[in-house]
């Protein structure tokens, strides 16, 4: 073994480590404390995750006071404790008894804690965290029935997180590929009993054979389903099998089978603690557009959560062209409508400001009165300098009329991070 693949080893080894602890302290159901008041999940460990939780309570008309080294709280009241337990994100449990979260996070066929049900499905770079994300849809007050925007829904955790909350989601996304993947990781648990019929015709069509000619393809198997849920359902199977195939060498038809075993089985435990805890899941609307022209009437949505694009970092098209290429797009005719990817140079800089300052006033415009939008971003580096993103967006939002009332600075914890820190802000439309 060479110093490389023994360094690659050791890592490997490393990361399989964190991830076993990070799901033990996660998934940790051991009786609770029997005077434990409002206990936070033992996974909690960044003093931004401690600054959202208080936050969170806060935001629940809630007083309380932090003990026991920062692990627990105590109340000194609350106007609703049942209420605490159905929407709190960052603790595992209200006087003695499980928060829905903790129970929610259960429900996980992957090695991530932070990739319960759906939001696995497919491995999106620059995801959002989703404990966070349902973090700051309670800070922002939105409740069951409103409805909350992600102009750049990217891989969907807005959407299912408001889902999973009752609130009701727009996504808007100019990418064809975050369309799709978030419809599926919302959209399937309406037709989970029609995927499961097709799942014996699909997998067979997996490999051409003599007895399988050329129209009998997976591809035309696929598009013969007549649901569109459904066919979306298995062309995401496919994609993730693509990206397997592209990205680790995997041999397709059976990372094919293997992901599309896990993908109808997570959106059965979607289905299951649905009913399980009987909640009342928000509607979702994923559509494909522009955050710069957004399809939405002045004042229309309750709350705005979402995250610009990282383009100045990551290259989104040039990232994900394996799947792109087999939706059947053009990658040098979509760079073109795909923030932050146009350009050279200086030119790239200037094209995704005027992109993001576009998008900052349709969401000042869409938001209603009195409300909040919760956008989160960091500073990237180009061409071995620092893009002053965070700043620029603090600028430009401040003067069209939002009134920054929160920044909370975000640790970026992982491997595969192209930056450190995000910032998350909160701003306020009069």
Known sequence: MTVSQKKHSDGERMLRRAEELDTFWAYNVAELPKDSQLLLLDNVQFIYELALAQLELQSHGTQFEVTNGLREFRLSSTQDEEKLRRKLAYFKAVRGKYTDYFQIIQKNRTRSVNQYLTH???????????????????????????????????SGTTAVEAQLLGINCIGIDISPLCVLQSKVKAESIDVLPQIAEWKDEITKRTKPSLLNPEKQTLDHAIDSIPEEKVRNFYKMAKLVAVSDNARRGREFESAFLRNLELMISSVSDYAQIVEELDLKLGRVDIETGDSRALPLSDASVDGIVTSPPYSIALDYVSNDAHALNDLGYDLAEIREEFVGV??????????????????????????????????????????????????????????????LIKNVDKIIFGLYNVMQKENILIFFKD
């Open 120 to 154: 696995w499905i497919y491995p999106y770079k620059g995801k959002f965290h989703p404990q966070m994300i349902r973090a700051l849809l309670n800070i922002i007050g939105l409740e069951r029935g409103d409805t909350v925007l992600d102009p750049f829904v990217g």
């Open 342 to 403: 146009r350009g050279k140079g200086q030119m790239r800089i200037k094209l995704y400001n005027e992109d993001l300052k576009n998008s900052l006033k349709e969401m000042l415009r869409v938001l209603k009165p009195r409300k909040c939008a919760m956008i989160i971003l960091g500073n990237a580096t180009y061409m071995e300098q620092e893009v002053k993103t965070v700043e620029f967006t603090i600028d430009q939002a401040t003067k069209i009329g939002f009134k």
